[in-house]
C-alpha cells in the first residue's frame, strides 16, 4: 500500500500545484520556459502513474475488505461512469453545451469517475484511490472555478450538434471501455 500512496503523493501532489501554489507555478514556469516546465511536469507525472499503477496492483494482491457493496452499485457504478466519459469528451468538444453549463467537464468527469468506483468498491486499496481522487477533484474544481470568477472567464455558448456529438462519444467511450478495454487493462470485467 506504500508505493500506492506514494504514487498518489507525487501525482495528485503535483496536478494540485495550481489549487495551492498557483504563484509559485507561474513563478516556475516563467523560470524554467514552457518547454522545460512541461517536460518535467510530464515525467514526474508518469513516475506517479507508475507508482500508483504498481502500487494499486500489489495493493490487490491482499485485499482488505472494509465493506461490502450491495449489488446494486455495480449498476449505479457503471452509469456514472457513462456520464463521466460525456464529461470527459465535453473537455474536448469545441463549444458544447456541457462545457459552457458546466465549465470544468474534465474535472467533473474525474469527480463522477471516483465516486462511482467507490460506491461499487470496498477495499482498503480502492478506497484510498478512488477516494483520494475524488477529493482531489472536488478541490480542484472548487479552485477552477474560483479563478474564473476572480478572471471574469467567459465560456462561449454551446450548440445543439456540439453537444449530441459529445454525448455520443461519451457514450461511445464508455461502451468500448467497459466491454472491451477494461477487463484486460484492469483486470476487471465491469459487466
Known amino acids: 500500500m506504500t508505493i500506492l500512496i506514494l504514487g498518489l503523493i507525487i501525482f495528485l501532489g503535483l496536478h494540485s500545484v495550481r489549487i ?3 504563484g509559485w ?4 514556469r516563467a523560470r524554467l520556459g514552457e518547454k522545460t516546465w512541461k517536460g518535467l511536469y510530464s515525467l514526474i507525472s508518469l513516475i506517479g502513474l507508475a507508482l ?3 502500487g494499486y496492483g500489489l495493493a490487490r494482491q491482499t485485499p482488505l475488505a472494509v465493506w461490502t457493496p450491495p449489488p446494486f452499485t455495480r449498476h449505479l457504478a457503471a452509469l456514472l461512469v457513462c456520464i463521466a466519459f460525456v464529461f470527459i ?3 474536448y468538444v469545441p463549444r458544447n453545451g456541457i462545457k459552457a453549463r458546466l465549465h470544468h467537464p474534465m474535472t467533473l468527469g474525474v469527480k463522477t469517475w471516483a465516486l462511482a468506483h467507490l ?6 486499496h480502492d478506497i484510498i484511490l478512488f477516494g483520494a481522487f475524488l477529493l482531489w477533484a472536488v478541490l480542484l474544481f472548487r479552485s477552477a472555478r474560483r479563478r474564473d470568477a476572480a478572471a471574469g ?3 462561449p455558448a454551446g450548440s445543439g450538434g456540439a453537444t449530441a456529438l459529445t454525448i455520443v462519444a461519451g457514450v461511445a ?6 466491454l472491451w478495454l477494461h477487463a484486460p487493462l484492469i483486470g476487471v470485467r465491469p459487466f
Open 20 to 22: 495551492f501554489a498557483d
Open 25 to 28: 507555478r507561474t513563478q516556475m
Open 52 to 54: 500508483i499503477v504498481w
Open 89 to 91: 469528451a465535453a473537455a
Open 119 to 124: 460506491l461499487a468498491n470496498g477495499t482498503l
Open 153 to 155: 472567464t467567459a465560456y
Open 173 to 178: 467511450g464508455a461502451l468500448i471501455f467497459a
